[in-house]
């Protein structure tokens, strides 16, 4: 199937003023103008101006950002200012202390605005999309897959959308599971790049799924192409993986995580299957239960999970097929813990799985 090649129009914040008295306001309320500007990606600037027959006393910016969540977050912001009856202010939300957003993250915001009177003005909510504008971006939409892309040509952006729809394919096979919402690649032109998009990022970062947002941002330069798809089916499959199991109290553990990225991208790399061999022959696999929890930080140990998840998912798939490992997401749905899902769906608890996939590890590696 060929996608659509789309060249957007020059990239603008779609903000603007809104705002004087809202229908339903008595007249003699504050009026009140508010805008914003996004400076990817460190802040966002507001700017606020009030006019009132008393003295402003009271101004407080409000927002919500966009993203898949189960229960709407808003937060509030009290803005320092002069009181007096006319007022021009600026707020700067750093993003460095409330949180980096991805590019073509949302939010939406209003001000309300009290004088010294009594009397309120709410502005009506507007919606900021932020942009990262340091780029002309292309892009590319397929499906429930939108990529954005400003480097390379259309046949490498092609290859990309074609391995990440080759990537959803795989893995509605091997697990049943698919998108259930859209989600939008931002293909950076290298890791670089990539890296002056994040707040605190870790010189090595590649590549970052924001689940909850839908994004995926990633470093791919053209002579990267096979990393690069590669890379898209892992960061994929995590989105695919939290849109089937998001709920309030528990998550898939990082070995079923990381094991179904680790399977969509196809057969293990050498560097896996080698840290697997050696493990095995000095019988220092780590166990299921410790890879309940988040990966070590060293090297060579982080290496050896990823390669020991994508066995444990192996094994699972090909000894119990697609229909239970489906089963499984679906319950981690219900947000039960490790033990109580492995034993609901196939009746046995991380302990067992931990015996039973490394039996059938050591009998794989007999020559």
């Not at 659509?4 to 990239?11: E, F, K, L, Q």
């Not at 679906?330 to 769906?345: P, S, W």
Request: no cysteine; charged share 15%; glycine share 8%.
């Amino acid at each position: 199937m060929t996608a659509t090649i789309v060249t957007p129009a020059a990239a603008t914040v779609d903000e603007g003023g809104a705002a004087g008295n809202p229908a339903g306001n008595p007249a003699g309320n504050p009026a009140v103008s508010v805008s914003a500007e996004v400076r990817f990606p460190l802040s966002i600037i507001f700017d606020i101006s009030a006019q009132a027959g008393a003295a402003i006393t009271d101004i407080r910016l409000h927002y919500t950002v966009t993203y898949y969540k189960l229960a709407e977050v808003i937060s509030e912001e009290y803005i320092t200012f002069t009181p007096g009856k006319e007022v021009n202010t600026q707020y700067t939300m750093d993003l460095r202390q409330t949180g980096g957003l991805p590019p073509g993250s949302r939010m939406t915001y209003w001000v309300t605005v009290k004088d010294d009177s009594g009397a309120v003005t709410e502005t009506l909510p507007q919606s900021l999309q932020i942009k990262d504008e340091r780029y002309s971006w292309e892009t590319l939409q397929e499906g429930m897959v939108s990529l954005y892309w400003y480097n390379g040509s259309n046949a490498f952006a092609q290859e990309l959308m074609d391995a990440a729809q080759a990537a959803l394919g795989r893995l509605a096979e091997n697990t049943g599971a698919a998108l259930e919402n859209p989600v939008s690649l931002y293909i950076y032109a290298n890791s670089s790049d990539l890296i002056g998009a994040l707040i605190f990022a870790q010189e090595w970062t590649g590549g970052i799924a924001f689940s909850e947002f839908g994004i995926i941002a990633i470093g791919i330069s053209t002579s990267q192409l096979d990393w690069g798809k590669r890379t898209i089916s892992h960061e994929l499959t995590h989105l695919v993986v939290y849109q089937a199991t998001q709920n309030p109290y528990n998550g898939p553990p990082p070995w079923l995580d990381e094991g179904l990225a680790m399977f969509s991208e196809g057969d293990l790399e050498y560097q896996f299957t080698s840290a697997l061999e050696d493990a095995e022959k000095n019988s220092s696999l780590i166990s299921v239960q410790s890879l309940s929890s988040p990966f070590s930080a060293y090297s060579s140990q982080a290496v050896l999970a990823y390669g020991e998840s994508y066995e444990i998912v192996n094994y699972l798939i090909n000894e119990y097929g697609r229909e239970k490992m489906f089963e499984l997401l679906n319950i981690y749905r219900e947000g039960v813990g490790y033990d109580e899902a492995l034993k609901t769906i196939y009746g046995f608890d991380m302990q067992s799985l931990n015996t039973q996939w490394q039996s059938a590890f050591k009998v794989m590696m007999v020559p």
